[in-house]
């Protein structure tokens, strides 16, 4: 059945102020999942029969929020690395001990697929109630062929329990798995030569994201994955400049990546990389206020050369444990300097681009997916202001309704 929403007032993030500025009530018409037309007059209720029709009664409506980068499943709990982290230990010193990644890895490759689907729903509700309808996820804490199979297909698994997109992104380079102590080289080559092939071939996920960082992978072996990545038809992004600058940023702009994510240590040069690419750089405020680092990614250059800026939560154990999108608009201006409005591009539009869905989702507009969140807020800007207090009405994915 299709869906008309009546007395609806649109914030259809259409390039421009106008796009931000909430329409006068109109009637919004669905069909096959798609959105139809956005009228100014009033369908009367006998003109649709064969129609679901709801009316919004003023409530202002957005596209559906997009998370365009997560760590949703995984095993295991890291509450004590938090404690060690607030008494002084580093990031990187906790991953040298074993902790980080690793102990992710270790408990992530103990558990079943159905094991990683129930740990996951929670961390999603969360999302969810935060008005989002697409969301990436990406593995990383399987590190074996197995495991990071087993990882992909319990993201997907999410769709069966909840009205919910997963995007999903392999991530088997984040981190050298143990077997593989002082041969990363030929980690590098595993994944190359059987990960990527057979995630292609399943059509597991549709990118291939790598950690290009100093306890992660070096720039050389970055671009080998990237080459393999894009020799099977998939698409890359890269975790990059998140704690040193390596040059990933430029390196991922260079194979027309879809993402550049992190970034804080991103330099000009990197800035001029993005620039001349489509690349969308990706800001994770959550980890930059969890890791309490002081160093912000390069916001007025970003902005003067005309980035696309999205905004994500990076939910994860170890350095975004944040399953709130709003929660992360409100991060991106308080801690990043954004507008309310860039917050809210960074999390519907330039998100829908940064995981190659520029065309079909982040918008309100005809032939867009009906991919939305219905507000009981009165300004877009509430969405960044407020912290915690329930405001969504309903989302609506692909065409159908569901109350929250
Ligand atoms: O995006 N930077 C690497 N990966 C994650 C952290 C993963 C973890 O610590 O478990 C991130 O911040
Ligand atoms: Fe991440």
Redesign the pocket.
């Known amino acids: 059945m299709d869906l008309i929403l009546t007395n609806a007032r649109i914030v259809s993030m259409e390039q421009g102020d106008l796009g931000y500025q909430p329409s006068s009530p109109k009637t919004v018409v669905i069909k096959a999942g798609k959105i139809d037309a956005c009228l100014d007059s009033h369908i009367p209720i006998a003109a649709a029969p064969e129609h679901k029709v709801i009316d919004c009664q003023g409530k202002l409506i957005t596209p559906g929020l997009i998370d365009c980068h997560t ?1 949703l499943i995984y095993a295991g709990n890291r509450a004590n690395e938090f404690e060690m982290h607030l008494q002084g230990v580093p990031y990187p010193a906790i991953a040298k001990q074993g902790g ?2 690793l102990s ?1 890895v270790h408990a992530t490759r103990t558990a079943s697929i159905d094991q990683l689907v129930e740990l996951a729903l929670p961390r999603l509700e969360g999302l969810l109630r935060s008005g989002v309808t697409s969301v990436e996820i990406k593995s990383g804490y399987g590190l074996t062929l197995h495991d990071e199979i087993k990882m992909l297909k319990a993201a997907k698994h999410l769709e069966d329990h909840r009205r919910i997109k997963v995007v999903t992104t392999l991530l088997a380079a ?1 981190a050298i798995p143990p077997e593989y102590q002082h041969r990363s080289d030929d980690y590098v080559e595993h994944i190359c030569q059987e990960i990527i092939p057979l995630v292609a071939e399943q059509k597991l996920a549709s990118s291939v994201d790598v ?1 290009c960082e100093s306890i992660g992978f070096t720039l050389a072996q970055t671009e080998k994955v990237f080459q393999a990545a894009i020799a099977h038809g998939l698409q890359v992004k890269g ?1 990059t400049e ?1 704690l040193s600058n390596l040059g990933g940023s430029a390196l991922t702009a260079h194979y027309q990546g879809l993402s550049a994510d ?1 970034i804080e240590y991103l330099d000009e040069q990197g800035v001029f990389a993005l620039a001349r690419s489509n690349t969308v750089a990706t800001l ?1 405020p959550g ?1 930059f206020y969890f890791l309490r680092e002081t160093q912000r990614p390069p916001i007025d250059l970003l902005r003067q050369h005309h980035i696309p800026m999205a905004i994500a939560s ?1 939910f ?5 444990p944040f399953a709130d999108l709003t929660l992360m608009m409100n991060m991106a201006c308080t801690l990043f300097g954004l507008t309310p409005q860039e917050a809210l591009r960074g999390v519907t539009q330039h998100a829908a681009q940064a995981l190659g869905f520029a065309d079909s989702r982040g918008k309100i507009a005809t032939g867009y997916d009906a991919d939305l969140a219905i507000w009981n807020i009165s300004h877009p800007a509430d969405l960044s202001y407020q912290v915690g207090v329930p405001r969504l009405h309903a989302r609506v994915v692909d065409g159908a309704f569901t109350y929250e």
Request: no cysteine.
């Open positions: 760590h980080g990644i992710t984040h950690f975790h998140q992190h994770l980890a990076d994860n154990p170890g350095t975004s």
